[in-house]
């Protein structure tokens, strides 16, 4: 008897300890929020082909099809956000509003970059929702959201988070 | 027949012979033997009947000795608290030292249990794997990735760690009064990949 109370107690000792574990280790942080950067940027065909130099880290990708359509590059604004799981961030654009979810974080080990589930809504400068999606990308990696706007040109929304 | 020996009179007082050996040996023994083989019956029956007066008496005792070992078979382990006389209930003691006494009658469990936690813990601790701030901290170098948008280091002289990309995926996308357009676009190191979703609106003649 005394020794089955015994065993009774210390198989109830272990399963609170990894309770306590999984739920306090430092390896779970899919809770964690994560930073990102967004840039509203409108693009157009112009005499004076410039990127903004705020743009330098993305002229690259700016300068490559079917960007390469236009040739002014213009930063409209710059967000810094920090997401954190399932609560939606809601960005006011000169063009309408982005509403950012961060959906999952997902770390993949040392040799693989930590994985980023989002969920974007856009919606135009008349409140209409244009696109509602849900892409992975990986952590660091540029995201492109864009809609082409009357006059040649192009409305841009550059995003890039980490955890 | 001679004369029978003591041993053979007793035998015949206890019955312990056949009828015909009983005959030969009463004819045998004699006036003599016959009070001898009755003095011995006599003294059976005496130490018979004093040995049946001693069971009887102890008879009533045993009884109840074997109700109460069976009684105490059939209870479970009494509990430390319970088994308390009940003196100590009628105290009332306060909840103090209830819990003093409640520690002090389960120091095993709790040791036990300490001792699991503790060897749980120590195990998690060495067999956890690295916390994934180290997984941040990992940058490729710009050297290694020219132009890749913000995720570049500023190059260094230890050989970059450089991660495996992964390319992007656009799980869902619904497009409201336009046509959803997706494509990548390969970075130049030729790693990493910039997804674009592109929406072409239906009052807007021009798309990219």
Redesign the interface.
């Known amino acids: 008897?005394?020794t089955r109370?015994?065993l009774t107690?210390?198989a109830?000792?272990?399963c609170?300890?990894?309770g306590v574990?999984a739920l306090t280790?430092?390896?779970a942080?899919a809770d964690a929020p994560i930073a990102c950067?967004v840039v509203e940027i409108e693009a157009s065909t112009s005499d004076a082909p410039s990127i903004a130099a705020e743009l330098r880290?993305?002229?690259?990708?700016l300068k490559?099809p079917?960007?390469s359509?236009w040739n002014t590059f213009k930063q409209l604004g710059a967000h810094e956000v920090s997401l954190e799981p399932m609560k939606a961030s809601t960005l006011t654009l000169t063009h309408g509003k982005a509403q950012l979810l961060l959906r999952e974080v997902t770390?993949r080990?040392?040799?693989?970059?930590?994985?980023i589930?989002l969920g974007?809504s856009?919606d135009?400068g008349e409140g209409?929702?244009?696109?509602?999606?849900?892409?992975?990308?990986?952590?660091?990696?540029?995201?492109?959201?864009?809609?082409?706007?009357?006059g040649?040109r192009?409305h841009l929304i550059a995003m890039?988070c980490?955890? | 027949m001679s004369n029978p020996s003591d041993s053979e009179l007793m035998m015949l007082a206890d019955g312990e012979l056949d009828a015909a050996e009983a005959r030969a040996l009463e004819r045998a023994a004699g006036p003599t033997g016959t009070v001898k083989v009755a003095a011995v019956r006599e003294v059976g029956e005496l130490v018979r009947g004093h040995l049946e007066l001693a069971a009887d008496d102890a008879e009533e005792r045993l009884s109840g000795l074997w109700d109460l070992v069976e009684r105490r078979l059939d209870q479970p382990?009494p509990e430390g608290a319970a088994a308390r006389p009940a003196r100590a209930a009628a105290r009332e003691p306060g909840v103090w030292s209830q819990l003093v006494r409640w520690f002090d009658g389960?120091r095993?469990?709790?040791l036990?249990?300490?001792l699991?936690?503790g060897a749980?813990?120590a195990l998690?601790i060495v067999l956890?794997?690295?916390?994934?701030?180290?997984?941040?901290t990992?940058?490729v170098p710009a050297k290694v990735t020219p132009?890749?948008?913000?995720?570049g280091g500023s190059g260094g002289t230890q050989d970059p760690v450089v991660?495996?990309?992964?390319p992007?995926?656009?799980?869902?996308?619904?497009?409201?009064?336009?046509t959803?357009t997706v494509?990548t676009?390969q970075?130049?190191d030729g790693g990493?990949?910039?997804?674009?979703?592109?929406?072409?609106?239906d009052?807007?003649l021009?798309?990219?």
């Open positions: 008897m005394k109370s015994l107690t210390s109830l000792a272990l609170v300890t990894i574990l280790a430092p390896a942080s950067a880290p993305l002229e690259k990708k490559k079917p960007f359509s770390a080990g040392q040799k693989k970059k930590t994985r589930s974007i856009v135009d209409k929702r244009v696109l509602d999606s849900k892409v992975a990308v990986d952590a660091g990696d540029y995201l492109v959201v864009g809609r082409s706007l009357k040649n192009g890039h980490k955890p | 382990q389960h095993a469990h709790l036990t249990g300490a699991s936690a749980v813990a998690a956890r794997e690295e916390p994934r701030v180290e997984i941040r990992v940058e132009g890749d948008g913000g995720t991660l495996v990309a992964t992007p995926e656009v799980e869902s996308l619904e497009v409201n009064g336009g959803g494509f676009i970075d130049d990493s990949e910039t997804a674009v979703i592109w929406v072409t609106p009052d807007v021009e798309g990219i």
